[in-house]
């Protein structure tokens, strides 16, 4: 089974930082795109940046600047730095990834972690 398990949420005054991290637990063949999304109460779930396997990445417009995403692929993890912190990003932030397994192809597919609080007080 695989597991998308992410940490470093917290509290931060405007103008701070934070990383967020996400690990990929269980086997799986390979990870393709991952990446993060966030959510406030009422509104939809929206993905806020993406990375692929080669490292390739993209960025909504509201954390463009902002917000840098890596992978480390031997740890099967992957961050979120986020800078320059605005109350408007005050939300639960929710890891997503694409996996296939050729082998196993009940396991591919696309995973949500569970989510963690982010907090920006001004």
């Known amino acids: 089974q695989v597991q998308l398990v992410e940490s470093g949420g917290g509290l931060v005054q405007a103008g701070g930082s934070l990383r967020l991290s996400c690990v990929v637990r269980?086997?799986?063949?390979?990870?393709?795109?991952i990446g993060w999304a966030r959510q406030v109460p009422g509104k939809q779930r929206d993905l806020i940046a993406t990375?692929?396997?080669?490292?390739?990445?993209n960025y909504a417009d509201s954390v463009k600047g902002r917000f840098t995403i890596s992978r480390d692929n031997a740890k099967k993890t992957v961050y979120l730095q986020m800078n320059s912190l605005k109350r408007e990003d005050t939300a639960v932030y929710y890891c997503?990834?694409?996996?296939?397994?050729?082998?196993?192809?009940?396991?591919?597919?696309?995973?949500w972690g569970q989510g963690t609080q982010v907090t920006v007080s001004s």
């Open positions: 997503n990834a694409n996996t296939e397994d050729p082998i196993r192809p009940w396991v591919a597919g696309d995973y």
């Open positions: 269980g086997s799986v063949f390979k990870i393709n795109d």
């Open positions: 990375i692929t396997e080669g490292g390739t990445t």
